[in-house]
Structure formats: C-alpha cells, structure tokens
T-cell receptor
C-alpha cells in the first residue's frame, strides 16, 4: 500500500512569508507526528496528533508554528512570518496508536527561507 | 525531558567487519528504543527496535542490546556490506507515567561508511 506522502518536496520562500506543509499518513494510522531535521542532526519532535486533536505540541518552537488535522487523516503544518532559522527538512510520520508501534516516515519537505 | 547521546558521529569500516554504535539516554521512564537508517536524501526507516523488558534482540546481521541500569543501548552490525553505508539514528521514548504514544527523542546520528 501507499506510504506516508508529503507535499511539496521542496519549498523556497522569502523571510516573512507564510507556508503550509502537507502530510498524508498511511490509511488507518490514527497517530501522526511532525519532526524537524536540521542538516547533520537527528529529527526533533514538534507535535503529535491522535485523531483530530493535537495531544502534545510541546515541540513547537514558538507561536509562529501551528498544525491541524481536521478530519483525522491529512495534516498541515503552518508556519507564519518565516525566518531563516526555520530552514530545515520537515518530516511527518504516522503509526498505529501506541508507543511501541513503528513510526513510518514520509520523504519530507525541505524548507528554505531566503 | 529525554536527552539521547550517540557515538561515534562517524564510523568507517572495511566490508565484512563489524560496526557498533552506542547511545545513552537520560529519562528512566523510556521503555522503547528504535533504530533508524537514513540513506542520503531518503526518509528514515526502522531497522530494529527493543523494549525495556528485553536485553538483546537480533535480526539477521543486526542486533541491539539494552542496559537499563546504565541507561545505554547499542546497535551491532556484523559482516558489514557497502549497502549498509548510511546515517544511523538511535531514539528513545517514554511509555510509562500514562504516556501512550511514541514521542521519539533522537540521537545526533552516526555516519557509517563501509569500504569495499
């Protein structure tokens, strides 16, 4: 079956602009995670959704970052007033509910803020 | 919160040799420890994982060991092959105290190069 997909694969924007990054999880996966990966580093947790609700958003760096999952499937990560420091690979992962279940990652969206 | 340290940052071996990557974690509530392999330009993929009630787990040429007392776990790859070349990440997640989801904390990664 289809894996996790993310669009766009690359996004170049200017400082101060607004961007949206989309994640399509594996069908039937109720858990959805967003991570951010800087070059040469491991992924860093941003936010976790169980169904439609954000159960843990403790990793969001500030209030410019927001994510939604209105129907419990597709999720959108939204970044307002982008800054150069936001440049990174944004990874989405999905899994069945439960801490021990494998998280399947998407290919990521590489965001570059000029 | 959890902190995961991973060593070495780079590892170079000859084909057929073994490779060992080590990680330490700080949160005693962590109970699940997956390892991910990330090839250049690709997504992380799970290669093996271990739960805290198990000391060792093997899958063909890959094994993981866990020492909960010392809070460290290791990845062992035997008979390495050039296609094992990639970045490897360890991770940890707490599953106790009412936590029911996998909020993974990753190590910094190890770049493994296997020379033919």
């Amino acid at each position: 079956g289809a894996g996790v997909s993310q669009t766009p694969s690359n996004k170049v924007t200017e400082k101060g602009k607004y961007v949206e990054l989309r994640c399509d999880p594996i069908s039937g996966h109720t858990a959805l995670y967003w991570y951010r990966q800087s070059l040469g580093q491991g992924p860093e947790f941003l936010i976790y959704f169980q169904g439609t609700g954000a159960a843990d958003d403790s990793g969001l760096p500030n209030d410019r970052f927001f994510a939604v999952r209105p129907e419990g499937s597709v999720s959108t990560l939204k970044i307002q007033r982008t800054e150069r420091g936001d440049s990174a690979m944004y990874l989405c992962a999905s899994s069945l509910q439960g801490a021990y279940n494998e998280q399947f990652f998407g290919p990521g969206t590489r965001l570059t803020v000029l | 919160g959890e902190n995961v340290e991973q060593h070495p940052s780079t590892l170079s071996v000859q084909e057929g040799d073994s490779a060992v990557i080590k990680c330490t974690y700080s949160d005693s509530a962590s109970n699940y420890f997956p390892w991910y392999k990330q090839e250049l330009g690709k997504r992380p993929q799970l290669i093996i994982d271990i739960r805290s009630n198990v000391g060792e787990k093997k899958d063909q040429r890959i094994a993981v060991t866990l020492n909960k007392t010392a809070k460290h776990f290791s990845l062992h790859i035997t008979e390495t092959q050039p296609e094992d070349s990639a970045v490897y990440f360890c991770a940890a997640t707490p599953t106790g105290g009412g936590t029911s989801y996998g909020k993974l904390t990753f190590g910094q990664g190890t770049i493994l190069t296997v020379h033919p």
